[in-house]
């Protein structure tokens, strides 16, 4: 007996169980008084708050890209006739699983490229999205997703580690605040930017070629700025 798609959605039912897990394994801290006299008065100075934003900024973008790869990789595969709906999904499963295998290597990336990851990081990003919008046929934007999917994971997280280690402990609850502020409004802005992009170019690539030359461009800036930064 075939089920309706609307089935598909029975997987967030995974969630309950590691939710119980959580519950019942997760260490608990312990909760200590602290005394009104002894809290600390920490603030945001003005370099903190241009990092912040910076890297708000930064991750704001790349999930917008993200979302943006899932809404427009089937639109390309069905008006471009490269496959069928389900090579499509296929192709943002593989972009999916990247996602994965880029958290099992942040750790050896982050110690070989340290302050520059982020930088390194969007090169095969943009080569990527490069991809994706000349696709002419599945496996090229097979690799394009899959080049994309894995080193945007490893800049979303990079941003999270970068204002775990450079911001003031009291203050990180409100740094990651604003930073995830950012990526929802990014996730939520994605159909909006490939309207405008669509008014521009009908060409549904068009949009993926645009935001590589961005992505290039953010990591020759940042690329620059942390040279003239260390020549001072």
């Not at 119980?20 to 006299?37: G, H, I, M």
């Not at 090579?87 to 699983?97: K, N, T």
């Not at 750790?107 to 070989?112: I, P, Q, S």
């Amino acid at each position: 007996m075939p089920f309706g798609w609307s089935w598909a959605f029975i997987v967030y039912l995974f969630a309950l169980p590691i939710l119980l897990f959580y519950l019942l394994f997760a260490p608990k801290r312990a909760v200590v008084a602290e005394v009104a006299s002894q809290k600390t008065s920490a603030k945001f100075t003005k370099k903190d708050i241009v990092y912040i934003v910076g890297l708000s900024l930064l991750a704001g973008f790349v999930i917008n890209i993200n979302s943006a790869n899932s809404l427009r990789i089937p639109v390309i595969v069905d008006q471009l006739y490269l496959g069928s709906p389900r090579q499509a999904s296929l192709i943002l499963s593989g972009m999916m699983l990247m996602g994965i295998l880029s958290g099992i290597c942040f750790e050896g990336l982050l110690a070989r490229f340290k302050k520059q990851l982020i930088i390194v990081s969007l090169i095969p990003f943009a080569l990527g999205l490069f991809m994706l919008g000349v696709a002419h046929n599945l496996w090229l934007m097979l690799i394009g997703a899959m080049l994309s999917g894995f080193w945007y994971s490893i800049v979303v997280t990079s941003v999270f580690s970068n204002v775990s280690n450079k911001i003031s402990p009291q203050l990180i609850g409100h740094a990651t605040t604003l930073v995830l502020l950012f990526c929802n409004f990014g996730g939520a802005s994605a159909a909006i930017v490939l309207s405008l992009f669509s008014k521009i170019n009908p060409q549904p690539g068009f949009a993926f070629v645009i935001y590589a030359i961005i992505s290039l461009i953010i990591s020759l800036v940042l690329m620059f700025k942390t040279r003239f930064l260390s020549q001072k």
